[in-house]
């Protein structure tokens, strides 16, 4: 398989990234930093996904010489700590939607522009897409925008079939960061995380890979939560 991932600098993306060359796929990555035992295996292009106006220079880098892709996953994704809608600044926010959701529409973009044949998106979502549970401000609007762009572009990519999967819960530097350090009081949803069973980031990948064809019997463009199939 000829697979792209974004993000591949920690937690889920590094277990994409290991698994699918464990498969021996061949394995192109956007993201700022490679993990060291990748370097070699993967072809990298470093980029920082929130400087937009940056990407298509890396893309064209690092997939000048691609005519088709098996897979895109669309993994990278930032969150910033838990806090009040209200007490969040706009820049904050702003953030969030370069890269959990402008960045996508510049590689789809590019995608399309170049004419490279992808056989299936996964863009990773969130549950916070739909749950609107205090304290998860542009995070959860960032995740939702995404489902709805996925949506757009699956009327557009007729020959692809697009999803965005929320992954269930895995233990990443963003949650332990970001979730596992708020308060609890104020966020409930901090005690449920908390107390809930988490996925390390190479079964989460396992359980993604193995959910693949199984993606595909949904409608192209579904929100998919991946504790639901
Ligand atoms: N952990 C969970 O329970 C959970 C639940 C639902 C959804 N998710 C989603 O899963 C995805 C992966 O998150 P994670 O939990 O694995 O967190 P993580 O360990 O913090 O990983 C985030 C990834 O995003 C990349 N990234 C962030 N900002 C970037 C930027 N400006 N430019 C390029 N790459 C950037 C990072 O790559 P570099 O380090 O290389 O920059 C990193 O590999 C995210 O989309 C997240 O929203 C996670």
């Not at 990555?29 to 990407?55: H, M, N, S, W």
């Not at 910033?80 to 809608?85: G, H, Q």
């Not at 996964?122 to 998860?136: E, F, K, L």
Request: hydrophobic share 40%.
């Amino acid at each position: 398989m000829k697979v792209f991932i974004t993000g591949i600098g920690s937690g889920l993306g590094k277990g994409l990234a290991e698994i699918f060359v464990k498969k021996r796929s061949e394995v192109y990555a956007l993201g700022r930093k490679i993990p060291e035992d990748l370097i070699g295996k993967v072809t990298f292009e470093k980029c920082d996904l929130q400087r937009l106006e940056y990407i298509s220079t890396s893309l064209e880098k690092l997939l000048s010489n691609v005519e088709s892709l098996d897979l895109i996953i669309l993994n990278a994704g930032v969150l910033t700590k838990l806090k009040d809608i209200h007490d969040t600044p706009i820049y904050e926010m702003e953030m969030m939607m370069d890269v959990n959701v402008w960045a996508n529409k510049v590689i789809l973009d590019y995608i399309i522009d170049r004419n490279i044949k992808v056989d299936q998106i996964v863009a990773i979502s969130s549950g916070a897409s739909v749950n609107g549970n205090r304290g998860w401000h542009g995070y959860s609007i960032s995740k939702a925008s995404l489902n709805m762009l996925i949506k757009l572009y699956s009327r557009e990519m007729e020959d692809t079939h697009l999803v965005s999967l929320a992954p269930g819960l895995i233990m990443t530097p963003m949650l332990e960061e970001f979730v596992l350090s708020s308060d609890e009081e104020k966020f409930p949803s901090v005690r449920r995380i908390k107390s809930a069973i988490k996925m390390t980031p190479s079964e989460a990948a396992e359980k993604i890979y193995n959910s693949l064809h199984i993606l595909k019997t949904f409608d192209s463009g579904s929100y998919i939560d991946i504790r639901n199939i």
